[in-house]
């Protein structure tokens, strides 16, 4: 079936550097997608989203970039910090539908120091 | 704290048993989902419920799943003789109508 992935299971960058994780969904009717960061041990934390009439949104430290012609959403982190290190995941959902999020398999974003 | 709490945080279980899961939701938050996660991969979504009524299962619940919202507050999610396959992290979370969706810390579920 239709689902959203992740293109790098892994990034490592320099801290103080700025990440990009990269996400492709595939289900033309998602209109709500949403970035999740997860600790080990803890559930998802919701970081930002965006809705399918925006392309661009920004977060404190965090822009979310939509692009519907190709299907792909990204999530760039400024001035990464070594508290940022988690994993990643991108969720879509079609609003109309209940509100259940189809996740990715999600990006371990590892910040060296 | 008034987030969204999950009890136990751990379950260790032998294969055919029984065990059940609470999940307490943001107060006034009328939406409450369950997911599963494995190891390295994303949630997937089992079920929802909007008040009391739950609107969505996943045919990844099985009939020895079963999951009830009786006052529309608190949830329990019940897994009836439990499989190895059922080792995961089943996660709660919910929204107040369509929106941001905020999890609990879920609940780690190993079966032996």
């Known amino acids: 079936g239709e689902s959203v992935g992740l293109h790098l299971p892994t990034l490592s960058v320099q801290e103080g550097d700025n990440s990009i994780i990269n996400c492709a969904y595939s289900?033309?009717?998602?209109?709500?997608f949403i970035w999740y960061k997860q600790e080990s041990g803890k559930g998802p934390q919701f970081i930002i989203d965006?809705?399918?009439?925006?392309d661009k949104r920004q977060g404190q430290r965090v822009t979310v970039l939509l692009n519907k012609t190709v299907k792909h959403l990204s999530l760039q982190i400024a001035a990464t910090q070594p508290g940022d290190s988690a994993v990643y995941f991108c969720a879509e959902n079609i609003s109309h539908a209940g509100n259940m999020l189809t996740f990715g398999g999600g990006t371990r974003l590892m910040v060296k120091p | 704290d008034t987030g969204v709490s999950q009890d136990p945080r751990h379950k260790i279980t032998k294969r055919g048993q029984n065990v059940t899961f609470r999940c307490d939701p943001i107060?006034?938050?009328?939406?409450l989902y369950w997911y599963r996660q494995t190891l390295g991969q994303g949630p997937e979504f089992l079920t929802y419920?909007?008040?009391?009524?739950?609107?969505?299962k996943s045919r990844l619940l099985s009939d020895r799943f079963s999951a009830e919202r009786p006052k529309g507050s608190f949830s329990t999610l019940e897994i009836q003789r439990t499989e190895q396959g059922d080792s995961a992290m089943y996660l709660c979370a919910s929204s107040l109508d369509p929106g941001e969706q905020f999890f609990g810390p879920g609940t780690r579920l190993t079966v032996l």
């Open positions: 107060s006034e938050h009328n939406r």
């Open positions: 289900n033309s009717a998602s209109d709500y």
């Open positions: 965006i809705r399918s009439n925006m």
């Open positions: 419920f909007q008040n009391e009524a739950q609107l969505e």
